[in-house]
């Protein structure tokens, strides 16, 4: 290798490395972010757990059925915001996105004593 193509490298290694430690940290730091406005709530012993949440408008619940044998039917039934998951069998996920501000409640169509209150701001 030539001295001038090995000056070079020398010269943009730290600049290199630099990046790279730039590009790790962004993704880490994004990674967080999303995990952060991706709330999780499990359905376990015919509950909703946690039963209350707050969120900013826009951000997801990701409902997850962790009954080992338990079928659970998520559904939001309000004037101003309506979703129905279906039936959700034993470890299925099901991501709800809260669009509008409000207060909703979020019922189990087969458990009726499950409720989740949603607080969206």
Not at 73 to 101: C, I, L, M, N, W
Request: glycine share 6%; charged share 20%; net charge positive.
């Amino acid at each position: 290798m030539s001295n001038t193509l090995y000056t070079l490298i020398a010269r943009a290694r730290p600049a290199l490395v630099a990046f790279a430690l730039g590009a790790a940290v962004s993704g880490v730091l994004a990674w967080a972010s999303q995990a952060q406005s991706q709330n999780i709530v499990s359905q376990k012993g015919r509950q909703f757990q946690p039963s209350e949440l707050t969120l900013k408008q826009g951000e997801t619940v990701l409902i997850v059925n962790d009954d080992a044998d338990l079928r659970h039917h998520a559904y939001v039934d309000s004037a101003k915001f309506k979703f129905d998951s279906g039936d959700q069998e034993p470890g299925s996920k099901t991501p709800v996105r809260f669009s509008v501000a409000g207060t909703f409640e979020v019922l189990c169509a087969i458990h009726p004593k499950m409720k989740l209150t949603v607080h969206v701001n």
